[in-house]
């Protein structure tokens, strides 16, 4: 089925509106994680290693999930996926707040609330995808932006509601507002198929499509049937002989009739066994054609170089990229500034910052006179260097200067899908992006985990954020020098590969 051409508007601004919305009630507590990662330390008393990776897994386990999420939103679509999704982050948070111990949040708040925001991205991005094309890059700059305005409420809003309620109460209300998420998803109208419809077929050619088969060399459905009549024949001539005698002496009419009767039962019932067991035998082979197809389409992407260099750069920057949002609070602490110097949680400066970020590259990467990958190397070598430049902070001013630019540059999230795009084309963009997020994933993972651990050992942030800096900058200069020669390879359209055809055996039903 081919879907109709990309309106870049109409709908789509509906779509982008509450995609927004749920990005926004989704990613709100996970990424202002900082702020309860601080009441988790004081109240079950782990280390920050073990204690950070609550927060880890619930941005990485979703993203860890990407091809499962690429795979659900392509099978069912994105609206059953996001409302199904809603119950998952909703119930998750929930939960949460009856959690007597560390691994308990490890379930419910890591894994649950990270599956299902790495379903409901996974949905909200592809459709978004499928609505827009030319204002591509401004529809994901606006979508994307929801998960920072809602870093930046839900840092205050948390704080607030934990000074009122305690931790408890707060992660009951943010779990009861996430429900909204089912309204938001019951707007998502997919985009419906070409406006000319196919003809519809005759019933003689609507009855066959049951049987369609990979040419091979096989029996057809008559031999099949066959085949069933000798060995039912066999069976037939035993339960005869088993019979009681009786039968001769019946009325030779009463005879016919119910010989009749009996042998219109048994053509029926052998045809449908025939007809049942050759319908599972045919599926079977057209799903192992498709693992197939899978399995080489994913090779396929790994020899373009820029793919592979992506893969990379993506990783290490969610290593090193992704722990300042989650330790930043924790940073300032440790290095004894005052609380009453905080004007603002820094936590809340980077998701406003972040916002900016992804709204203004996302502008960007509309105009046809700016290399996008380009700029997304930029934000990569810029942000390590910051990152670097922490261990130097001292003070809260210096502190918010920092998160803010790390925010600004966290935004290059909303060019990403551009940049696969252009890399791989937009057919295959959702296996890609699944692949490229499960390695998203994996760096969110270990990224705040690995900074704690540091911390646990030196007593000091300074070799963790150096460490995070170098990650950060090793991807950007791998996808710098993968990109340099053939990136004009990758900006052309590449010609779309031909679809892939199969001969087909038709079971007649004459």
């Known amino acids: 089925m081919e879907l109709k051409k990309s309106p870049d508007g109409g709908w789509g601004w509906v779509i982008v509106f509450v995609s927004f919305f749920t990005q926004f009630l989704c990613y709100g507590s996970p990424l202002a994680v900082g702020v309860l990662y601080i009441e988790w330390l004081d109240a079950f008393g782990e280390g920050k290693g073990k204690t950070a990776w609550v927060g880890s897994l619930a941005s990485g386990v979703g993203l860890l999930a990407s091809p499962v999420c690429s795979l659900c939103v392509s099978s069912f679509g994105a609206r059953p996926v996001t409302i199904f999704s809603g119950f998952l982050v909703a119930g998750g948070l929930m939960l949460s707040s009856f959690a007597p111990n560390i691994c308990f949040l490890f379930f419910s708040y890591g894994i649950v609330v990270g599956l299902g925001c790495g379903l409901l991205y996974t949905a909200t991005v592809t459709i978004t995808c499928q609505y827009f094309d030319s204002r591509r890059g401004l529809a994901l700059g606006l979508i994307s932006t929801g998960s920072s305005v809602g870093l930046f409420i839900y840092a205050a809003l948390q704080r607030l509601l934990i000074e009122i309620y305690g931790l408890d109460g707060c992660l009951l209300i943010v779990g009861a507002l996430a429900l909204n998420i089912l309204a938001c998803g019951s707007l998502m109208r997919p985009l419906q198929s070409s406006d000319c419809p196919l ?87 057209k799903n192992w054609q498709l693992y197939r197809s899978y399995c080489g389409e994913t090779l396929a992407l790994f020899k373009n170089k820029v793919f592979s ?93 920092l998160s803010g630019i790390l925010g600004f540059l966290t935004g290059n999230w909303s060019i990403f899908p551009y940049v696969t795009t252009k890399t791989v084309g937009i057919e295959k963009l959702a296996h890609a992006y699944g692949i490229l997020m499960f390695f998203a994933g994996l760096g969110n993972s270990l990224g705040p985990p690995i900074v704690g651990w540091f911390y646990d050992w030196t007593q000091t942030y300074d070799t963790a954020f150096y460490f995070s800096g170098l990650c950060v900058l090793l991807g950007g200069f791998i996808l710098l020098l993968a990109a340099l020669p053939p990136w004009d390879t990758c900006h052309k359209q590449l010609p779309k590969p031909a679809p892939t055809t199969y001969l087909y055996k038709v079971a007649s039903n004459v």
Not at 273 to 285: F, G, I, P, R, S
Not at 336 to 364: C, H, Q, R, Y
Request: some cysteine; hydrophobic content about 45%; proline content about 4%.
């Open 199 to 285: 003809p519809d077929k005759t019933a003689v050619e609507n009855i066959p499509e049951r049987y369609f088969i990979y040419n091979e060399k096989e029996k057809s459905l008559e031999e099949n049937i066959c085949i069933f009549e000798k060995s039912y024949s066999n069976v037939e001539k035993c339960k005869s002989t088993l019979a009681n005698g009786d039968w001769k002496q019946e009325d030779p009419l009463h005879k016919n009739s119910t010989t009749m009767a009996h042998t219109k039962e048994t053509e029926t019932y052998k045809k449908k066994v025939v007809e049942q067991t050759y319908l599972c035998k045919q599926l079977a082979k």
């Open 309 to 401: 260099a992506l893969f990379i750069a993506i990783l290490l920057f969610d290593i090193g990229g992704f722990p300042p949002s989650l330790l930043m609070e924790d940073v300032a602490r440790s290095s004894n500034v005052k609380e009453e110097d905080f004007i603002m949680p820094l936590v809340s400066i980077i998701g406003i910052m972040t916002a900016v970020g992804k709204l203004l590259l996302g502008i960007l990467a509309d105009f046809k006179w700016i290399n996008t990958l380009y700029l997304y190397v930029a934000t990569l070598i810029i942000m390590g260097l910051a990152l670097c430049a922490i261990p130097f902070a001292k003070s809260y001013a210096t502190l918010a200067i």
